[in-house]
């Protein structure tokens, strides 16, 4: 038999393969069908059109009009089907968000895709202080940015305001457009990471399953030299930032949100870059005054999505020459996502389901416990609490957190304390305010209890439950005690928990 007769035979025997799996799938279909219509039919009151249930399995969606370029999209709650962010649900339907940003962060599956129809993006990039038009749309850019423009350089560039480039990427990225040019790092930049510190981290990636998505990180970074990294909590955002301490000559500068996080930071550091940690300056978002004169070979800003606020986002001024953002909750209350991605870099996410699939991180039991009042919540608290778990309470409140700490003879971690870490690590229990809400891993944590919080922020409900995620323990916790007025007001901060895919259990 000759080459092309066998691959004839072969793409035949594939066509069969194809046409059994075809009429394997309008089989389910028809017996999913007929189930739908005997449940229906049950029904009294419902009438069913035996024609549309066919209708119905192509397109179990609907999409309406929200504003500008965004859309509700809803999704029977029985249709395991994930777009975008999820605004609120019912008993029978998930109603998500879809917008620009979520093409960059995770898939949008294709039958939406080809519906949406996202403005086009312009082919405009930004670079070293220019807007990159090409020769047939000079005049357009110019007249559409020009508030951010200073003057035109030959026939294919404009170059931009002093201090407008940050407020230019902002806004061409709120239209849908990525002006990011790659500025690979350079190779005079790179070093070798080896010793203790780099077989740690290799020992860390395999051990978590995330050695592919680390080295694709890296790639990206290489590349583009400014990247924004937004994964779920657990799967190595702040690791990744120790693999660019370790392979990029320094100096580097890592801005931290609180000084919890910086001595995490300071600890890894020992044991991940002992031999580098010289070249490395860790500060809060609170002491830019300290390093705004610096000039810096890697920025890397964890917990990124505070950049945008109009007292961090001076940031955006610094000298670096390459750029690392990192979080995994790249939202605001404000609405100034775009700022988020224009002060990183690249966006680069991966999808909670995805990272679920591979065993990264691990979904908790959530549980909202919906009580008459405060006194109702100290006595569900009190009662959670005879069940002895590695447990975190956060409370915002702390005249409430000394008055937790008294009662349960555990420690509060707020603001002022010291040794922070070594005291969370060290205590079974303790209660810990907003100092406790980003970055923290504690590896052996198994439930997170919140009892006062910052009213509706989803910002802050991912970033608690995302101290689980990082958690090795088979089976993980998060409850949350609201009362009756607080569910009303501040229910919408769980939308946080539900856009992930995960289930909430609401007990009264």
């Known amino acids: 038999m000759s080459k092309i007769e066998r691959l004839r035979e072969q793409v035949s025997q594939i066509n069969e393969e194809f046409d059994a799996m075809a009429d394997w799938i309008e089989t389910q279909k028809a017996g999913i069908a007929e189930r739908f219509q005997r449940v229906l039919e049950g029904q009294q009151t419902v009438h069913v059109d035996n024609g549309l249930i066919e209708d119905f ?16 999209v809803l999704v029977p709650k029985f249709v395991k089907m994930q777009v975008g962010f999820l605004d609120h649900a019912t008993k029978s339907f998930n109603i998500f968000i879809v917008n620009k940003y979520v093409k960059w962060l995770s898939e949008i599956p294709e039958v939406l895709q080809n519906k949406l129809k996202f403005p086009e993006p312009l082919p405009f990039k930004v670079h070293d202080g220019m807007l990159f038009t090409g020769q047939q749309l000079q005049d357009k ?17 404009i170059r931009i305001r002093k201090g407008y480039e940050f407020k230019l990427i902002a806004q061409m990225i709120e239209e849908g457009t990525l002006p990011f040019i790659p500025k690979p790092v350079s190779e005079e930049d790179l070093r ?64 931290v949100p609180t000084l919890t996080l910086k001595e995490q930071w300071l600890e890894r550091l020992e044991e991940l870059n002992p031999e580098t940690k010289q070249g490395v300056t860790i500060e809060t978002y609170q002491a830019y005054h300290k390093i705004k004169d610096q000039e810096w070979k890697v920025a890397i800003f964890d917990e990124c999505q505070h950049l945008p ?53 691990h979904a908790p039991k959530f549980r909202v416990f919906i009580l008459r009042d405060k006194r109702a919540k100290d006595n569900k608290l009190e009662e959670l609490m005879r069940l002895p778990l590695k447990t975190l309470i956060f409370c915002d409140s702390l005249d409430y957190g000394e008055e937790l700490s008294k009662k349960f003879e555990i420690p509060f971690v707020y603001s002022a304390t010291r040794d922070r870490l070594d005291i969370i690590r060290g205590s079974e229990a303790c209660v810990v305010s907003r100092v406790g809400d980003v970055g923290i891993s504690l590896r052996d944590i198994e439930r997170v209890i919140e009892v006062a919080f910052l009213f509706g922020s989803r910002m802050q409900e991912s970033q608690r439950f995302g101290r689980l995620m990082h958690s090795t323990a088979k089976e993980t916790q998060h409850i949350i005690l609201m009362t009756e007025t607080e569910f009303e007001a501040y229910q919408k901060r769980l939308r946080a928990i539900l856009q992930r895919g995960f289930k909430i259990e609401y007990i009264r």
């Open 57 to 72: 399995l192509n397109e179990p969606y609907v999409m309406i009009p929200k504003k500008g370029h965004e859309w509700y």
């Open 141 to 157: 850019g110019w007249t559409k940015y020009k508030h951010f423009l200073h003057q035109r350089v030959g026939k294919d560039r």
């Open 192 to 255: 070798d990471w080896t010793g203790a510190g780099f077989q740690k981290y290799t020992e860390i990636c395999q051990k978590n399953h995330i050695q592919d998505i680390q080295d694709k990180a890296w790639r990206s970074f290489k590349e583009y030299g400014a990247l924004g990294l937004f994964w779920a909590f657990g799967a190595g955002k702040s690791l990744f930032g120790h693999k660019v301490i370790g392979s990029v000559e320094p100096p580097h500068l890592v801005v």
């Open 309 to 361: 606020a109009n007292t961090f986002i001076r940031f955006g001024t610094l000298r670096a020459k390459y750029r690392l953002g990192c979080s995994g909750s790249p939202f605001r209350e404000d609405g100034r996502e775009n700022y988020i991605f224009a002060l990183t870099g690249y966006p680069m996410g991966l999808a909670w389901e995805d990272l679920l699939k591979l065993d990264i991180v």
